[in-house]
């Protein structure tokens, strides 16, 4: 059974910070590219981020460059998107997904979603 659940959501003001987790089960976590998605009330899902095998690869959507980072650990089978510089635009509902092929932004390309946690920042 393949399982990826999300953690570490909450309420921050403006500025604040938050770090939001995925532990996997169920599949090869080790020779999967992980990826952050975002959807906020009436937006499509949105890329946010994505690692590789080890983390030796990473890219960000340009709106949060600089602020946020992906990090995996795969003793852990958990990934983490650690969220600096909190900005009311970042308030959406953040899904961990799971994909076999590499460097993929597309959110139909990823194989197995999380159910999604709510990230609020307050102005």
């Known amino acids: 059974q393949v399982q990826l659940v999300e953690s570490g959501g909450g309420l921050v003001q403006a500025g604040g910070s938050l770090r939001v987790s995925c532990t996997a089960s169920?599949?090869?976590?080790?020779?999967?590219?992980m990826g952050w998605f975002r959807q906020a009330p009436g937006k499509e899902r949105e890329f946010v981020a994505l690692?590789?095998?080890?983390?030796?690869?990473?890219d960000y959507t340009d709106s949060v460059k600089g602020r946020f980072t992906i990090s995996r650990d795969n003793a852990k089978s958990t990934v983490y998107l650690q969220m600096n510089s909190l900005k009311p635009e970042d308030t959406a509902v953040y899904y961990c997904a799971a994909s076999s092929k590499l460097g993929v932004t597309g959110s139909r390309q990823y194989d197995y979603w999380g159910q999604g946690t709510q990230v609020t920042v307050s102005s």
């Open positions: 690692t590789n095998w080890i983390g030796s690869s990473t």
């Open positions: 169920g599949f090869t976590f080790s020779r999967s590219t």
